[in-house]
């Protein structure tokens, strides 16, 4: 009867696949860690890619490049304001994810630390 339960509470909740390619997309965009980095450096507010471009130390051609692919899954947004783009965050929730899997992380390797520690006696070295 449990098994039951838990099918139908995950049935209620399935997604359509349309929607689940649209979540792997946006997984995709953030598997790059200069996309982060970029996401990172637009938590502070809106920048251009010049701006952008000194933050995460790479090049213009390189940082638009990212830009794009992180605006085709609307996480970033852009606006014109003359001959700049100004580019933000359109999808603040993704901080929200960021925090959970960084927190996760971090558990994670504070326990392989104390294991560690358990093992060798002692602190590890630095």
């Known amino acids: 009867m449990v098994a039951t339960e838990n099918t139908e509470s995950v049935s209620n909740h399935a997604m359509p696949p ?7 997309a946006r997984f995709r965009a953030m598997g790059e860690p200069i996309r982060l980095r970029i996401l990172q450096a637009l938590q502070a507010g809106e920048l251009s890619v010049t701006a952008l471009t000194r933050t995460v130390g790479s090049t213009q051609p390189n940082v638009s490049k990212h830009l794009r692919v992180l605006q085709e899954v609307a996480l ?32 994670q390797l504070e326990t ?8 060798t006696g002692g602190a590890p070295r630095p």
């Open 18 to 24: 349309e929607a689940l390619d649209l979540v792997a």
């Open 112 to 119: 392989q630390v104390g294991v560690l520690r358990g093992v």
């Open 76 to 107: 970033v947004g852009r606006r014109p304001v003359g001959t700049t783009a100004y580019y933000f965050i359109a999808e603040p929730m993704i901080f929200d994810l960021c925090r959970m899997l960084c927190s996760a992380m971090r558990e």
